[in-house]
Nanobody, 121 residues
Framework: QLQLVESGGGLVQPGESLRLSCVASDSVCIGWFRQAPGKAREGVAS????????DYADSVKGRFTISRDNAKNTVYLQMNSLKPEDTATYYC??????????????????WGQGTLVTVFS
C-alpha cells in the first residue's frame, strides 16, 4: 500500500541546483538512489522517519541536503553545485519498518518510478 512519487528532475548546467521531491504515503525511512545508464544503482542519501538521522554518499556531501516535511508526506533532496557525474535517474525508496537505524544500507522495499536529472552544458 505504500506508494512513492518522485518529481523535480530536469536539465541543468554544471553548478546549478535542483530540488527533488518524493511524496510518500507514510512517514518512514526514505532513501534517495540514482542510476546512470550502464552503471549500478548507488545510494545518494537517506533520512529517518522523524528526520533526525541523515546519511549521505561521500560524492554528494556538502552539495546535497536531504530533508522532510511530514505534514506534507514529502522528502526533499536539494542538489546544489551539480556536476555532470550527477546525471542519472533518481529514485526514492522506502523502508516500511518504522523503527531501527535508517541509512542507505537499510532494506528498502518500495520504490518510486524515478525522475531524470541531466547535468550538461
Amino acid at each position: 500500500q505504500l506508494q512513492l512519487v518522485e518529481s523535480g528532475g530536469g536539465l541543468v548546467q554544471p553548478g546549478e541546483s535542483l530540488r527533488l521531491s518524493c511524496v510518500a504515503s507514510d512517514s518512514v525511512c526514505i532513501g534517495w538512489f540514482r542510476q546512470a545508464p550502464g552503471k549500478a544503482r548507488e545510494g545518494v542519501a537517506s533520512i529517518s522517519s522523524a528526520g533526525g538521522d541523515k546519511d549521505y554518499a561521500d560524492s554528494v556531501k556538502g552539495r546535497f541536503t536531504i530533508s522532510r516535511d511530514n505534514a506534507k508526506n514529502t522528502v526533499y533532496l536539494q542538489m546544489n553545485s551539480l556536476k555532470p557525474e550527477d546525471t542519472a535517474t533518481y529514485y526514492c525508496a522506502a523502508r516500511r519498518r518504522k523503527f531501527g537505524y535508517c541509512s542507505m544500507d537499510s532494506s528498502f522495499d518500495t520504490w518510486g518510478q524515478g525522475t531524470l536529472v541531466t547535468v550538461f552544458s
